[in-house]
């Protein structure tokens, strides 16, 4: 079974540019997170999907973050303008249904200069 | 959101000695997961335990759900340096669909 695939895995931009990250779940899947881990942190989650409808964005900056899941498969989240504190490793993890085992990424480690 | 508080948030240990990693919430969760993150890579799923007063082992790995579903513990036997890694406890809130994440503790053991 394919996993969640990412992509980049790395990206580094300067501040006030815009980055985005994509996110393939593993097929099946329902419920799509995109989650922030800063260095030496847990992840915090940014924004959740059910199939395409959004279940729960309420710790997305949403003046700079916005987040799309058309057709219920693919996801790609979007930062504009970033900013420094951005610098983190986004990750994101697909599960069957809600609060399931959650299956993760390998992240995009992204850095703002 | 319901918070998660794991304890202790670093652990250096030698190799052989036991350890326990504690999960700490006031709020009831349905069910909480333990995930193991090695850097550059996303998490990995070890446990999910669901009834209150559960306990699972995995290998030299047991975790507890505490009775009342608000507190877990993972405890490891003879650790190795293959353990080393960020273990991470996530609580799937009962009201609202949300898998809630604590800080996590970086775990080293040195041989």
């Known amino acids: 079974e394919a996993g969640v695939a990412q992509s980049p895995r790395y990206k580094i931009i300067e501040k006030r540019q815009s980055v985005a990250f994509w996110c393939n779940p593993i097929?099946?899947?329902?419920?799509l997170y995109w989650y922030q881990q800063i260095l030496g942190q847990g992840p915090k989650l940014l924004i959740q999907?059910?199939?395409?409808?959004?279940?729960?964005d309420s710790q997305l900056p949403k003046d700079r973050f916005s987040a799309e899941r058309l057709k219920g498969v693919d996801s790609t989240l979007k930062i504009q303008p970033a900013k420094l504190e951005d610098s983190a490793v986004y990750l994101c993890a697909s599960s069957l249904q809600e609060n399931t085992e959650a299956f993760f990424g390998q992240g995009t480690r992204l850095t703002v200069v | 959101t319901q918070l998660l508080e794991q304890s202790p948030q670093f652990l250096s240990i030698q190799e052989g000695e036991n350890l326990t990693v504690y999960c700490n919430s006031s709020?009831?969760?349905?069910?909480l997961q333990w995930y193991r993150q090695e850097p550059g890579e996303g998490p990995v799923l070890l446990v999910t335990v669901v009834t209150g007063g559960e306990v699972k082992k995995l290998k030299r790995l047991t975790f507890q759900f505490g009775d009342a579903r608000k507190d877990s513990s993972l405890h490891i036997t003879a650790a190795q340096p293959g353990d080393t890694g960020l273990y991470l406890c996530a609580g799937a809130e009962v009201r609202g669909n949300k898998l809630v994440f604590g800080a996590g503790t970086i775990l080293r053991v040195k041989s």
């Open positions: 709020s009831v969760f349905s069910s």
């Open positions: 999907f059910q199939n395409n409808g959004v279940v729960d």
């Open positions: 097929s099946g899947h329902a419920t």
